[in-house]
């Protein structure tokens, strides 16, 4: 079988699959460039690296700010924390950056 100099990156169908790909996709751009007649597509290809590439940044970025609240429900659905715990997290996730953190029980 041929094929497959950018890992198979015409098969990249869905964002997980395009994630994994974004080396490829920096490959394929390239090459799109150095080809002289393909510079639409290459900056099309560019684009979709650059967009894919702030997805993940944001993303990250809410996984971070999400993840002991999500902890905490999971936890508390499995009977190793409590409800103040889930409680405890959406305070801290609701908190402002540099404010002070302000304990839940009244």
């Known amino acids: ?16 699959d395009l994630l994994g790909a974004r080396g490829s996709l920096r490959e394929m751009a390239d090459r799109l460039a150095g080809l002289g007649y393909a510079e639409d597509a290459a900056k099309e290809t560019e684009e979709l690296l650059v967009l894919l590439n702030q997805w ?6 809410r996984r971070n700010r999400l993840a002991p609240v999500w902890k905490a429900v999971e936890w508390w659905d499995s009977s190793d924390w ?11 996730y609701r908190r402002e950056p540099g404010e002070p953190e302000v304990d839940p029980a009244p």
């Open 56 to 61: 993940a940044v944001r993303a990250e970025v």
């Open 82 to 92: 409590g409800e103040d715990d889930v409680r405890e997290a959406l305070a801290e």
């Open 1 to 16: 079988m041929s094929g497959g100099s950018y890992n198979y990156l015409c098969r990249a169908f869905d964002l997980d």
